[in-house]
């Protein structure tokens, strides 16, 4: 049987998986309200960084189409799924419904994003294109066939933890340290391996050129944490 309503106990589990499923990938479908059409709905492709608290980060133009349709109207929505799994009706998915407005921390934000993003370098460079930050009003998960859910925004929303201060400090040390360790987590011998960032769902190593994400069964929280979880 199908469920939208999932019991209290579950529902924190529920926005951890959501969670999980948008740390995974790194595009979605941004859907923004049109300025143009008079409020129809505009749907477009954009690359999203997950933060610590589980905001979204998007680097858009000014001259982009949705930019100038959050500037007039912040409402929008983005969905990502599981892009390695080809049925399409079963597989993980997430629709994230919140509100759009300009990042004040331009550097802040890229010093993670472009981690993430290197190829974005370009586009950061130039002035037209800022960060704004989604920040969730609820989510939509769907975990497979059966598995539907409406996560609050109170409990997928994180307070501030220890690492996220950490994480640069956690990052220099095991990358100059333990490449080991990271190898063992990818199974690569010969291509380049870097650990790109750590959050308290888990971490992200690029192999080559391709990013590889760790997902962590309990949180990390601070540095200790961190490394106990790379290490493993």
Not at 23 to 47: E, M, N, Q, V, W
Not at 60 to 83: F, G, M, P, W, Y
Not at 185 to 196: K, P, R
């Amino acid at each position: 049987m199908i469920t939208d309503n999932p019991p209290p106990d579950s529902s924190r589990n529920n926005a951890r998986e959501a969670r999980q499923i948008l740390r995974a990938h790194r595009y979605g479908a941004l859907c923004t309200l049109s300025k143009k059409f008079d409020g129809h709905p505009f749907g477009s492709i954009t690359p999203y960084l997950v933060d610590h608290d589980g905001s979204l980060l998007i680097l858009i133009s000014a001259l982009a189409e949705h930019t100038k349709n959050i500037q007039n109207d912040a409402r929008v929505s983005l969905i990502t799924h599981n892009q390695d799994d080809p049925h399409i009706q079963t597989q993980g998915r997430v629709t994230v419904v919140g509100s759009a407005t300009l990042e004040s921390d331009r550097d802040g934000a890229g010093l993670r994003y472009l981690r993430y993003f290197p190829e974005a370098q370009t586009y950061f460079a130039m002035h037209d294109f800022q960060f704004y930050r989604i920040v969730p009003q609820a989510i939509r998960y769907i975990g497979g066939f059966g598995n539907i859910h409406w996560v609050k925004a109170e409990n997928y929303a994180l307070a501030r933890y220890p690492l996220i201060a950490q994480e640069e400090e956690v990052l220099a040390q095991m990358n100059a340290e333990h490449e080991a360790a990271m190898r063992r987590h990818t199974a690569q011998t010969d291509s380049e391996v870097e650990l790109i960032g750590i959050d308290c769902d888990g971490f992200d190593i690029r192999v080559g050129e391709r990013l590889l994400r760790i997902q962590s069964e309990v949180p990390i929280l601070d540095a200790q944490q961190a490394r106990l979880s790379i290490l493993a």
